[in-house]
């Protein structure tokens, strides 16, 4: 079974800086997808970047980047110009992609980050 | 994007009752639908998977008696927790998918109350 491993419970940051959540996994998969969800105080989940295994190039959105090193199994995230409205917890989320499972994602236990003024 | 809406966002049921959830995809139609259930400050955990027209898949330990999901049409599933007890308060998240290679888009949640 596939497994995701966030080590930052708690993460905070200074408004335009930037910061780095971290994000492990577990697979004997070759082919899978990588994603960061946030969820906010309201407590929607929102698709912040995904990231194809087979995909070497990193996945940019805007603001947040990745750093995915296949062979180490680490899916990190990088939040530049922090912005107050980044404050909300973070889940890394791991979904295989040959149709194990009806394709559910394994979630991380999350990060939450605070962003200071 | 995809939008999913769940209802109630919020409700309060007596113990020993039963109450339903809704979750409804909008402007697509989700062959398969998630069900999670999140303690607070906590990660999402999956109760079950169901596929339109299909008996659900539950995961290990939760109860299928007790938290029955349908998933009669390509855009409705529903949860319905019997015999609710104050343990059942919680968070409860839909997401819905409606391809192989398609994200899954979620709704914004039910939070549940058992008194």
């Known amino acids: 079974a596939q497994t995701v491993t966030q080590s930052q419970p708690e993460m905070s940051v200074q408004e335009a800086e930037t910061v780095t959540l971290s994000c492990t996994y577990d697979t004997s998969e070759s082919d899978y997808y990588l994603f960061w969800y946030k969820q906010p105080p309201s407590r929607q989940m929102i698709l912040v970047i995904r990231?194809?295994?087979?995909?070497?190039q990193n996945a940019t959105e805007n603001r947040f980047s990745v750093n995915f090193q296949k062979a180490a199994k680490s899916f990190s995230l990088k939040i530049s110009d922090s912005q107050l409205g980044d404050a909300a917890m973070y889940f890394c989320?791991?979904?295989?992609?040959?149709?194990?499972?009806?394709?559910?994602?394994?979630f991380g236990k999350g990060t939450l980050l605070t962003v200071n003024p | 994007g995809a939008v999913v809406s769940q209802h109630p966002s919020r409700v309060i049921c007596k113990s020993g009752t039963s109450v339903k959830i809704e979750c409804r995809s909008l402007d697509f139609q989700a062959t398969t639908m998630f069900w999670y259930r999140q303690f607070p400050k906590q990660s999402l955990m999956l109760m079950a998977t169901?596929?339109?027209?299909?008996?659900?898949?539950?995961e290990q330990g939760v109860e299928k008696d007790k938290f029955l999901i349908n998933h009669a049409s390509l855009t409705l599933s529903t949860l319905t927790v019997t015999s609710a007890h104050p343990e059942d308060s919680s968070f409860y998240i839909c997401?819905?998918?409606?391809?192989?290679?398609?994200?899954?888009?979620f709704g914004q949640g039910t939070r549940l109350t058992v008194v």
């Open positions: 989320a791991y979904r295989s992609a040959n149709g194990g499972s009806n394709y559910k994602l394994t």
């Open positions: 169901s596929n339109e027209g299909s008996k659900a898949t539950y």
């Open positions: 990231q194809e295994a087979y995909k070497q």
């Open positions: 997401s819905a998918r409606v391809g192989v290679n398609t994200e899954a888009f």
